[in-house]
Nanobody, 124 residues
Framework: QLQASGGGLAQPGGSLRISCEAS????????IGWFRQAPGKEREGVSC????????YYEDSVKGRFTISRDNAKNTVYLQMNNLKAEDTAVYFC???????????????????WGQGTLVTVSS
């Protein structure tokens, strides 16, 4: 089970850190992906990180603003979001299981486990 948390309301230019905590799954053995779905839009991949943390990927629109990290001891993955923009408003989902994180490409494979999502709203 994956539990996403940390979403909320932020002003443009502000920051939020969202978390994805796993139970019953050892994240250290898995790549993790963050996805988001904005109202009326399809779900898109935002970022991912390999099981070792040695490889990461960022979608072009978030490069330089978002940072993915993991704490395997806490079985948790984080997404630090800085300089938030209105277009970052979406429900953010974490996902894992039988996926790879490919630098420059993103998540490869279909995640077997999804978190419930956490809403990030960027508005003044």
């Amino acid at each position: 089970q994956l539990q996403a948390s940390g979403g909320g309301l932020a002003q443009p230019g502000g920051s939020l850190r969202i978390s994805c905590e796993a139970s019953g799954i050892t994240l250290a053995y898995n790549a993790i992906g963050w996805f988001r779905q904005a109202p009326g839009k399809e779900r898109e991949g935002v970022s991912c990180i390999s099981n070792t943390g040695g490889s990461t990927y960022y979608e072009d629109s978030v490069k330089g603003r978002f940072t993915i990290s993991r704490d395997n001891a806490k079985n948790t993955v984080y997404l630090q979001m800085n300089n938030l923009k209105a277009e970052d408003t979406a429900v953010y989902f974490c996902a894992t299981h039988r996926i790879l994180c490919v630098p420059g490409s993103g998540v490869r494979g279909t995640p077997g486990y999804w978190g419930q999502g956490t809403l990030v709203t960027v508005s003044s």
